[in-house]
T-cell receptor, first 112, second 115 residues
Framework: EADIYQTPRYLVIGTGKKITLECSQTMGHDKMYWYQQDPGMELHLIHYSYGVNSTEKGDLSSESTVSRIRTEHFPLTLESARPSHTSQYLC???????????FGPGTRLTVL | AQSVAQPEDQVNVAEGNPLTVKCTYSVSGNPYLFWYVQYPNRGLQFLLKYITGDNLVKGSYGFEAEFNKSQTSFHLKKPSALVSDSALYFCAVRGNSGGYQKVTFGTGTKLQVIP
């Protein structure tokens, strides 16, 4: 079992709220990723990071932002949540010399 | 641009029968290929990968995959399906033509093993 954690696992909030989804890994991986996935559907890469102070937008445009101040921590923030943000958010990490990604359990977000 | 195709949205197989989940890819250079499995309400779990060497790759839970360069395929197989294998399976690829390249995931195939 990979050591990558996401909190909260489930979140229900109202429109307009600011939220931060937490992701931490204890494997010392330099690369980290955020994916958005509707239940049972394909993954969409929304953000990734090659290391500390490095962040890039992914293939799917997202209103969220990310930061990478520490190697182990890669939080995702939504400044003003909307119902269209309702989805599952998966965090993953991979090491320097491998592309095998290790995924967290996901955060299921519902915006009312 | 690299891409992955999983042509079947769903595969149904009877318990005890062999299963195949199909994947084809398009990439520059030699491919790195991966299979992941996702159980309900969980993140993805790594099953196996092909980097180089033997075309038949063995992975977790009795799964294996065969790399076929001429057909640009990397089908996932298991000799005898279990009901507990029912899940969503993702194929992924990245190229190896120099520089950093992201991993591209397929759209997923739902495997249903019928008791």
């Amino acid at each position: 079992e990979a050591d990558i954690y996401q909190t909260p696992r489930y979140l229900v909030i109202g429109t307009g709220k600011k939220i931060t989804l937490e992701c931490s890994q204890t494997m010392g991986h330099d690369k980290m990723y955020w994916y958005q996935q509707d239940p049972g559907m394909e993954l969409h890469l929304i953000h990734y990071s090659y290391g500390v102070n490095s962040t890039e937008k992914g293939d799917l445009s997202s209103e969220s932002t990310v930061s990478r101040i520490r190697t182990e921590h890669f939080p995702l923030t939504l400044e003003s949540a909307r119902p269209s943000h309702t989805s599952q958010y998966l965090c993953a990490s991979s090491g320097t010399y491998t592309d095998t990604q290790y995924f967290g359990p996901g955060t299921r977000l519902t915006v009312l | 641009a690299q891409s992955v195709a999983q042509p079947e949205d769903q595969v149904n197989v009877a318990e005890g029968n062999p299963l195949t989940v199909k994947c084809t890819y398009s990439v520059s250079g030699n491919p790195y290929l991966f299979w992941y499995v996702q159980y309900p309400n969980r993140g993805l779990q790594f099953l196996l990968k092909y980097i180089t060497g033997d075309n038949l790759v063995k992975g977790s839970y009795g799964f294996e995959a065969e790399f076929n360069k001429s057909q640009t395929s990397f089908h996932l197989k298991k000799p005898s399906a279990l009901v507990s294998d029912s899940a969503l399976y993702f194929c992924a690829v990245r190229g190896n033509s120099g520089g950093y390249q992201k991993v591209t995931f397929g759209t997923g195939t739902k495997l249903q093993v019928i008791p």
